[in-house]
């Protein structure tokens, strides 16, 4: 498996582009390019891995990314809708010496940070994923007016989480993403079978405690918390899909059906049936 670099060019009469939706869920797509990134994602919970760090984001994210970062699509694996909107943008989008200006000092900053990898929360994620959300319906200078606001409100936030410890772009990491591929798809057709990490540390050619560091370094989760993760992200599926509670627990792999209302609760802060009937009444 190779890194993509992938090719984007603005939109016809835009300096940047606008990507909604892409619809890649059943695509693990380790991707590249030179532009920044800005990705807001609602209504689900999915994988955040974005150069060396992978973590788990529950109802929607919103992330900064700086060029060159490797990054995963942050609708893979998912089964649920979602609703994504992705603005791609070049350095010097606004003209080379934009970012010298001024008035531009603090955006300067937040495009210098980005390299790192930038996670947003809050009131942060939650104003600036509705301006997001809008800009597809405004003509091309009212997106461009409306890009820069977000920018500020992106570097004035203190709401914001730093990914990577180094900066992230043009990093040899292939041979560690083709390992992460290999384990995100053994876990996702092994996940309601007891997935065994002596397996799966064997193929990606580890010993298991090997693996194990392997795993807690890359993704900050021990293995059997990143498949209950993944079974609890599958829960949620099967419940919005009617299913009852004692089969949704079956289903995707849990014996218990207390230590599966458990850990569902420990995860999403409510137990199975309150968020079944949350979701379907809505």
């Given at each position: 498996?190779?890194?993509?670099?992938?090719?984007?060019?603005?939109?016809?009469?835009?300096?940047?582009?606008?990507?909604?939706?892409?619809?890649?869920?059943?695509?693990?797509?380790?991707?590249?390019?030179?532009e920044y990134e800005i990705v807001y994602v609602e209504g689900t919970s999915g994988t955040r891995h974005v150069g060396d760090h992978t973590s788990v984001?529950?109802?929607?994210?919103?992330?900064?990314?700086?060029?060159?970062?490797?990054?995963?699509?942050?609708?893979?694996?998912?089964?649920?809708?979602?609703?994504?909107?992705?603005v791609q943008m070049k350095e010097h989008f606004l003209g080379k010496d934009f970012l010298e200006l001024p008035e531009f000092d603090s955006i300067k900053?937040?495009?210098?940070?980005?390299?790192?990898?930038?996670?947003?929360?809050?009131?942060?994620?939650?104003?600036?994923?509705?301006?997001?959300?809008?800009?597809?319906?405004?003509?091309?200078?009212?997106?461009?007016?409306?890009?820069?606001?977000?920018?500020?409100?992106?570097?004035?936030?203190?709401?914001?989480?730093?990914?990577?410890?180094?900066?992230?772009?043009?990093?040899?990491?292939?041979?560690?993403?083709?390992?992460?591929?290999?384990?995100?798809?053994?876990?996702?057709?092994?996940?309601?079978?007891?997935?065994?990490?002596?397996?799966?540390?064997?193929?990606?050619?580890?010993?298991?405690?090997?693996?194990?560091?392997?795993?807690?370094?890359?993704?900050?989760?021990?293995?059997?918390?990143?498949?209950?993760?993944?079974?609890?992200?599958?829960?949620?599926?099967?419940?919005?899909?009617?299913?009852?509670?004692?089969?949704?627990?079956?289903?995707?792999?849990?014996?218990?059906?207390?230590?599966?209302?458990?850990?569902?609760?420990?995860?999403?802060?409510?137990?199975?049936?309150?968020?079944?009937?949350?979701?379907l009444n809505s």
């Open positions: 498996m190779k890194i993509i670099r992938e090719q984007i060019a603005p939109d016809q009469g835009s300096s940047f582009k606008i990507l909604l939706t892409p619809g890649l869920n059943d695509t693990f797509l380790w991707h590249f390019h030179p984001y529950q109802g929607s994210d919103l992330v900064f990314i700086g060029p060159n970062i490797p990054h995963l699509n942050f609708d893979y694996g998912v089964r649920t809708a979602c609703e994504q909107v992705i900053k937040l495009f210098g940070k980005s390299h790192y990898g930038l996670s947003f929360t809050g009131e942060t994620k939650d104003a600036v994923g509705q301006k997001l959300k809008e800009l597809p319906s405004l003509n091309h200078f009212d997106q461009l007016i409306s890009l820069l606001q977000i920018l500020r409100i992106l570097a004035s936030s203190d709401q914001v989480n730093i990914l990577n410890e180094t900066p992230a772009g043009n990093k040899a990491m292939q041979k560690e993403q083709v390992r992460m591929a290999a384990i995100y798809k053994y876990v996702e057709t092994h996940f309601d079978q007891h997935p065994d990490v002596n397996f799966i540390a064997e193929q990606v050619n580890l010993t298991t405690a090997a693996f194990c560091r392997f795993f807690k370094k890359n993704t900050k989760m021990t293995f059997t918390d990143f498949v209950n993760q993944y079974r609890i992200n599958q829960a949620k599926n099967y419940l919005l899909q009617d299913k009852t509670v004692s089969e949704t627990c079956f289903e995707v792999g849990f014996e218990s059906l207390s230590y599966f209302n458990k850990l569902f609760r420990k995860t999403e802060g409510e137990n199975p049936s309150e968020f079944k009937k949350r979701y």
